[in-house]
Antibody, heavy 119, light 111 residues
Framework: EVQLVESGGGLVQPGRSLRLSCTASGFTFGDYAMSWFRQAPGKGLEWVGFIRSKAYGGTTEYAASVKGRFTISRDDSKSIAYLQMNSLKTEDTAVYYC??????????WGQGTMVTVSS | QSALTQPASVSGSPGQSITISCTGTSSDVGSYNLVSWYQQHPGKAPKLMIYEGSKRPSGVSNRFSGSKSGNTASLTISGLQAEDEADYYCCSYAGSSTYYVFGTGTKVTVL
């Protein structure tokens, strides 16, 4: 079964850092780009960024709202994608989802992990 | 980059058809045939329903269809069923600077 499982969410103070993980199973992880999204409580979806597969350079792209603070990386040997979040703000509070990229869309979604930024 | 505009809510009776609009600009919806639609039930992850404007992933009911005219994309649900009650979001590719922009979301209610 194709599956994505996010982990690492929790309560963190403003200005601190947090790293989320997305563990994939059921497909050849290294063949796919991976993306992160978020959804603030009661709000809509927002694209955060994505990382290309190694075949396409493994490069990353980010939304303007997180550029310079968030970093996406991947470990193909472990089938894990990461979202490193630094300098967190209260407005980063959201459920964070990872997805598989099946260009040009996002076909598999994880169940999400909640990040709360509060003092 | 502004969010794509969707109606806040749409409702219909079982068996009816409803259409959800998604209005963007010439920089996103109007420039690319790369609109996708996602269904989200409360407390659940989004599910891909339509991609590239009108294509259905395997396993998605053919009651769901997509189209586009100019800067507006649309999702039509025919033969409305109770299980279709959910939030629906459109998403468009918006070029290699912004990349992806989402719609404001539409709550579908089955009366």
């Amino acid at each position: 079964e194709v599956q994505l499982v996010e982990s690492g969410g929790g309560l963190v103070q403003p200005g601190r850092s947090l790293r989320l993980s997305c563990t994939a199973s059921g497909f050849t992880f290294g063949d796919y780009a991976m993306s992160w999204f978020r959804q603030a409580p009661g709000k809509g979806l927002e694209w955060v960024g994505f990382i290309r597969s190694k075949a396409y350079g493994g490069t990353t792209e980010y939304a303007a709202s997180v550029k310079g603070r968030f970093t996406i990386s991947r470990d193909d040997s472990k089938s894990i994608a990461y979202l490193q979040m630094n300098s967190l703000k209260t407005e980063d509070t959201a459920v964070y989802y990872c997805t598989r990229v099946q260009p040009p869309t996002f076909d598999i979604w994880g169940q999400g992990t909640m990040v709360t930024v509060s003092s | 980059q502004s969010a794509l505009t969707q109606p806040a809510s749409v409702s219909g009776s079982p068996g009816q058809s409803i259409t959800i609009s998604c209005t963007g600009t010439s920089s996103d919806v109007g420039s690319y045939n790369l609109v996708s639609w996602y269904q989200q039930h409360p407390g659940k992850a989004p599910k891909l329903m339509i991609y590239e404007g009108s294509k259905r992933p395997s396993g998605v009911s053919n009651r769901f269809s997509g189209s586009k005219s100019g800067n507006t994309a649309s999702l039509t649900i025919s033969g409305l069923q109770a299980e279709d009650e959910a939030d629906y979001y459109c998403c468009s590719y918006a070029g290699s600077s912004t990349y992806y922009v989402f719609g404001t979301g539409t709550k579908v209610t089955v009366l």
